[in-house]
């Protein structure tokens, strides 16, 4: 089915487009009134989650309310090491716990690479559910996290500020790590290709944690697995772009480059005319506003937008978005008006010389 809006494919492939796309990551959440109902209705999260109906609704709603150029999945970056039977729960005012994190070679040793198909076929049931309401109206985004961010969760047990059990485990015993770093690739991998077989027009895989790391061990850590994850989907679906975000990770940016990805996600602690000169034209880049912009005034929002536009230049090969995701305590109205600044400001940055 062709899509009647591929603004956002067009910019990930750096082709001309009439104006910046424009999507929010965290784009159906809390800040939705409409969300908040229908989470209700589910009862928790993770029911939200595991329910392809609803996860369909929630997708829908930030679409229905403010037209963007692409939806995306509505799920969690965790379904992966849940599947791997680590016990995952949301612990309300705490987020994400599980019953059984990893500390010992044997219980690494004793992970299986879930099949997308049975383990996680909720998910891919949701992909399928939601590909085919869009109707054919905008690209559909499917995610995972990176190995290293899920490995992070996984050892700790819950969030972390310290990543202590994590970074312990990388210096005292790195081929344990690795170990558990290749299985998620390999899981992530799998995972991805499966949202693109239901119908994902573009993946992008959240390295939320790897800006805690070194440079040595960022590369070895988070980079390696993505470009292995990389690899893989550009094997066997390479028409499918692949997007890349390491939060905080501005200085790695000319080697994710070269990762064989299609764009990179900046955050709003890297200016995209920096970002721009680093990847040199090799991918699109994606962002980068910060979100906490969007508890301003509509009218302070809207010079921002000028700023970030302004700051990627002219030319295709940019998606305007948050430089992360979201926040719950944003007012609805002013995500509204960034989106309508970037429709109105961002033309004149892609006509004609």
């Excluded at 047990?157 to 990388?170: D, Q």
């Excluded at 040595?216 to 890349?244: D, G």
């Excluded at 969007?294 to 000028?306: C, D, K, S, T, Y």
């Amino acid at each position: 089915m062709s899509l009647r809006n591929d603004r956002f494919l067009r910019a990930l492939r750096r082709q001309p487009v009439d104006r910046t796309p424009v999507w929010m990551m965290r784009q159906a959440g809390r800040y939705l009134p409409e969300y908040r109902a229908t989470r209700a209705r589910a009862g928790d999260f993770l029911s939200l989650c595991k329910n392809p109906e609803l996860c369909c609704e929630v997708t829908l709603q930030p679409l229905t309310r403010f037209g963007l150029d692409a939806a995306i999945l509505f799920s969690d970056i965790l379904t992966v090491p849940d599947a791997m039977g680590l016990g995952l729960r949301f612990v309300e005012g705490e987020g994400p716990v599980f019953d059984r994190p990893l500390r010992t070679a044997a219980a690494i040793e004793a992970l299986a690479v879930p099949d997308p198909e049975t383990e996680l076929r909720y998910v891919m049931d949701a992909v399928g559910t939601i590909k085919s309401a869009l109707q054919g109206s905008v690209p559909l985004i499917g995610f995972a996290g990176s190995p290293w961010t899920l490995a992070t969760y996984m050892i700790e047990g819950a969030s972390s500020r310290e990543f202590a059990h994590t970074k312990k485990m990388m210096f005292d015993e790195p081929a344990l790590l690795d170990a558990l770093l290749a299985k998620l690739s390999d899981a992530v991998a799998l995972y991805l290709q499966a949202q693109i077989a239901r119908g994902a027009d573009a993946v992008m895989v959240f390295d939320t944690w790897g800006g805690a790391l070194s440079p040595a061990a960022y590369e070895r850590c988070s980079l390696a697995p993505m470009r292995r994850i990389v690899e893989r989907l550009k094997a066997s679906a390479p028409a499918i772009p692949v997007i890349l975000f390491t939060k905080n990770g501005g200085q790695h940016l000319g080697k994710m480059a070269d990762s064989g990805c299609d764009a990179l996600g900046v955050d709003w602690t890297t200016d995209l005319r920096d970002a721009r000169e680093r990847v040199g034209g090799r991918v699109a880049l994606q962002g980068n506003l910060d979100p906490l912009c969007l508890l301003a005034r509509p009218e302070r929002i809207r010079e921002e937008v000028a700023r970030v536009l302004d700051s990627y230049g002219a030319g295709s090969g940019h998606v305007f978005n948050l430089g992360h995701g979201i926040l719950p305590q944003t007012p609805p109205d002013n995500a509204a008006a960034m989106i309508e600044a970037v429709r109105t400001l961002s033309p004149r940055y892609h006509q004609a010389p």
